[in-house]
């Protein structure tokens, strides 16, 4: 019997991560306020959104995949840029520093709902605001968390990862897949879905 799993996301990364599994989906944008409450830590903030997306769909008897992506540097979380001089401002701060990038990551069929957070540890290169604006000029640091992607040109701005590189694109795989046998989908499972 194959897996019905329901993808509460727009992300087209995370989309592509589940296509390479070979897992069967659909996808339903999740409607939750992202908001940042006060004093809110970073991994609270990553891990309530991500329940938050999971319990915004009403669906029984399928399990809901819900994540939310976040960059940190030194406690200042970098979400999605509101315009490309902000995602200036993001790249420019991260440039030649290390920095956190955080993934809370839901599972949830009918009323079980689990939870947890990858944290990958992000170092860019030296860059100067030549490099930094060309980059903003391909358009690929819009709707990304921290302005940038790992997938695509943002590979050539990063000198190393610390972690897991799929939690960086948006979706810890290997957790993902450790989550699901708490509903009882193994590797097995999927493979002879």
């Known amino acids: ?19 390479s599994l070979g897992i069967e989906f659909e996808i339903i944008k999740p409607n939750a306020d992202e908001k940042i409450l006060n004093d809110e830590s970073p991994e609270n903030l990553c891990k309530r959104l991500a329940e938050l997306k999971a319990n915004s769909i009403n669906i029984s008897n399928k399990i ?18 509101k315009n490309r001089d902000d995602a200036f401002r993001m790249l420019n701060l991260l440039q030649g520093r290390e920095h956190k990038v955080l993934t809370g990551i839901a599972l949830r069929e009918n009323n079980k709902l689990i939870s947890d ?77």
């Open 1 to 19: 019997m194959p897996v019905k799993i329901i993808l509460a996301s727009g992300s087209p990364r995370r989309k592509e991560l589940l296509k």
């Open 64 to 81: 809901i995949l819900a994540a939310d992506t976040i960059v940190v540097i030194e406690n200042e979380i970098l979400g999605k840029p």
């Open 117 to 193: 957070v990858e944290i990958s540890c992000v170092k860019f290169r030296e860059l100067n605001q030549a490099q930094i604006k060309a980059y903003i000029s391909s358009g690929e640091c819009d709707d990304k968390a921290g302005a940038y992607a790992v997938q695509g040109l943002g590979s050539l701005l990063i000198e190393y990862i610390k972690g897991d590189y799929y939690n960086v694109v948006g979706l810890p795989l290997c957790k993902f897949g450790k989550m699901l046998n708490n509903f009882n989908i193994t590797l097995e499972n999927l493979l002879n879905a």
